[in-house]
């Protein structure tokens, strides 16, 4: 179900996407051309495949949905202790709101360059906030216990990069390499623009 809701924002957004991408491209070539700075093709993915996922999270969790009920909710756990654990809706709105901000924590922590857990909390608490009192403005609810899961994948996001980072010091150098990232960032880059060419129905899909 929740890949599902992913798949649907995506395929909502593409072509908005797609220009993104275009544009974003133009300029940072143009950049590197003009600036003769090295250019590392797996930081300009990921910078880009950030900004996207952001765009898609807020697109997703702004969406007027039909059924969705209004109101205000203080009371922390009130909701997630409502759903039975297991089941599909356990998963697509405790589990699901943790997993939607996790990214959004590694991406903070990766941005700030910081040690300190308190820029991913705290942002992620802002962001957060911020988006169940616009929820609540458009039509759906102001949920605390949502903002407690966003946070909570915020957290475990930058645990994820802090992890990460320490991992990576240890592995060997072929798995450091800036060559290997490249070529890694080089399949992905070719699957989006496939992804993209079955969205324009230029080439068949398989």
Known sequence: MIWETIKTTLNDNWPVLTIFLVTMISLRFFYYRHNREKMYLYKELFNVLSIIYIFLLFQLL????????????LVPF????????????????VIGNIILFMPFGYCIADYVKSKNIFPALIISAI???????????????????DIILNVL??????????????????LPRIFRSDGLYNFLALIVIVIIIWYILVSLK?????
Do not use: M
């Open 153 to 170: 994948g915020g957290i475990v996001g930058y645990l994820v990069y802090i992890a990460w980072e320490a991992i990576k010091s240890h």
């Open 127 to 145: 962001v957060s906030t911020t988006v169940e009192v616009i929820q609540l403005k458009i039509g759906r609810s102001f949920d605390i216990d």
């Open 202 to 206: 230029v080439v068949p899909n398989l």
């Open 78 to 93: 009130t909701e997630i202790i409502r759903y039975e654990f297991g089941s599909k809706l356990f998963y697509y709105n």
């Open 62 to 73: 702004t969406k007027v949905e039909l059924n969705t009920s209004s109101g205000v909710n």
